[in-house]
């Protein structure tokens, strides 16, 4: 199947500081959504973004579907932001399902 | 609309013991698909439903893993004879395929945790 990385693995963050993560895949894609998982493994959808940019309050993505990547910018960070992200794919042919990358853990300190 | 919703969301089971799982997808949505998450990890796929019919299935579902979806509504994930090694999350989701007028944005479920001893 296609490959998702993610980067950095980790990332530790004052409160109010601004943070970019990033998302490499290996082929070509229908759909890409990024996902905040909270402490309790609930996955929060944050963009459906195969391609473009897209802002929602502090946070915005850009996915550039032609060299493969998409990044999530995250500004003036509070600790509610800590958790896990991921970046997951569905790839442009065959079966519908997501790949997801192994996520980025983001700590958010006051 | 309530989101999706997953039952139960904790089980604690001993090794051999059968389990099911229940998942209830946003109404409107006729895809519906299974993820299992392990620590550290991104969820993997196991399976998925549109409407009432399986079409796909991992290599990671084995044979003591079952899924149903008799209605195209609710659907149960059966693991029969289980082992320590399936512990883990289990995730459900769902969207609404493109031919309903959907993008198959995908959305999860609280995902039941499961525990074999």
């Known amino acids: 199947g296609i490959q998702v990385e993610q980067s950095p693995p980790d990332l530790i963050l004052q409160e109010g500081a601004n943070s970019t993560l990033r998302c490499n895949f290996s082929?070509?894609?229908?759909?890409l959504q990024w996902f905040h998982q909270n402490p309790w493994g609930q996955l929060i959808n944050l963009f459906y973004?195969?391609?473009g940019t897209k802002q929602n309050g502090r946070l915005s993505a850009t996915t550039v579907a032609t060299e493969r990547y998409s990044l999530l910018y995250i500004s003036s960070s509070q600790t509610t932001d800590s958790g896990v992200y991921f970046c997951?794919?569905?790839?442009?042919?065959?079966?519908?399902?997501?790949?997801f990358g192994t996520g980025t853990r983001l700590t958010v300190i006051p | 609309d309530t989101g999706v919703s997953q039952d139960p969301r904790h089980k604690i089971t001993k090794r051999g013991q059968n389990v099911t799982f229940r998942c209830d997808p946003i109404?409107?949505?006729?895809?519906l698909y299974w993820y299992r998450q392990t620590l550290g990890q991104g969820p993997e796929f196991l399976t998925y439903?549109?409407?009432?019919?399986?079409?796909?299935k991992s290599r990671l579902l084995s044979d003591r893993f079952s899924a149903e979806r008799p209605k195209g509504s609710f659907s149960t994930l059966e693991i029969q004879r289980t082992e320590q090694g399936d512990s883990a999350m289990y995730l459900c989701?769902?969207?609404?395929?493109?031919?309903?007028?959907?993008?198959?944005?995908?959305?999860f479920g609280p995902g039941t945790r499961l525990t074999v001893l």
């Open positions: 082929d070509s894609v229908n759909n």
């Open positions: 973004i195969p391609s």
């Open positions: 109404s409107e949505h006729n895809r």
């Open positions: 989701a769902s969207s609404l395929a493109p031919d309903r007028g959907g993008y198959n944005e995908q959305f």
């Open positions: 997951a794919v569905e790839q442009g042919t065959g079966a519908n399902n997501l790949f």
């Open positions: 439903f549109q409407n009432e019919a399986q079409l796909e």
